[in-house]
């Protein structure tokens, strides 16, 4: 199986700053790594696919980079609503799997 | 819209047996597979695994072989978990979820909360 390695697992941050959160693979997945928040109330929203690519309605300060076995989701002005729990998942082999997420807190 | 509806919370004791479900609307049911996710409580996500909703055949990760079964009721447009032999480790919500083209899961139910207690 695949290991996702998420750090960090918590981050304080304040409104406007510049967040990344970082995933590893524990082999290549040739970019196929997606991302997801997860808000306090359980419901979960994709937010990047393939990487790179922005799910349709997704504010554009959202972006994903990376490569081989590392890949990283910034934000670049924190709002308000973006402090949530964040995970990647990848989809190069199965089983499905997720890192093990980052909570995004405000400072 | 496509929406995907849970059913609601469940108590059971451990040993007993349950049975979640989630009703999809506003696409063709079958044109899509179903996967499932487990989330212990303050845990992350873990894929359990998925049916293929045009075929009816599901697919487990090996965590999830033996006491879990996924099945559909495509008449209703709907697909159903159920797990037997139910244990404290059990307790968890469950998310039923679309995968499309792309790998990406991008619709999801609202979950529903299991508590395994005696």
């Known amino acids: 199986d695949i290991q996702m390695t998420q750090t960090p697992s918590s981050m304080p941050a304040s409104l406007g700053e510049r967040v990344t959160i970082s995933c590893r693979a524990s082999?290549?997945?040739?970019?196929?790594l997606n991302w997801y928040q997860q808000k306090p109330d359980g419901t979960i929203k994709p937010l990047i696919y393939?990487?790179?690519n922005l799910q349709s309605g997704v504010p554009s300060r959202f972006s994903g980079s990376g490569s081989g076995t590392d890949y990283s989701l910034t934000i670049s002005s924190l709002e308000p609503e973006d402090f949530a729990m964040y995970y990647c998942?990848?989809?190069?082999?199965?089983?499905?799997?997720f890192g093990s997420g980052t909570k995004l807190e405000i400072k | 819209q496509i929406q995907l509806v849970q059913s609601g919370p469940e108590l059971k004791k451990p040993g007993e047996s349950v049975k979640i479900s989630c009703k999809a609307s506003?696409?063709?049911?079958?044109?899509?597979?179903m996967h499932w996710v487990k989330q212990a409580p303050g845990k992350g996500l873990k894929w359990m695994g998925w049916?293929?909703?045009?075929?009816?055949?599901?697919t487990y990760a090996d965590d999830f072989k033996g006491r879990f079964v996924f099945s559909l009721e495509a008449s209703a447009s709907t697909a159903n978990l159920q797990i037997s032999n139910l244990k404290n480790e059990d307790t968890a919500t469950y998310f039923c979820?679309?995968?499309?083209?792309?790998?990406?899961?991008?619709?999801w139910g609202q979950g529903v909360m299991v508590t395994v207690s005696s």
């Open positions: 979820a679309t995968v499309d083209l792309s790998g990406l899961f991008d619709y």
């Open positions: 506003g696409y063709t049911f079958t044109d899509y597979a």
């Open positions: 049916i293929n909703t045009y075929t009816g055949k599901p």
């Open positions: 082999q290549g997945i040739s970019n196929y």
């Open positions: 393939y990487t790179s």
């Open positions: 998942q990848q989809y190069d082999s199965s089983p499905l799997t």
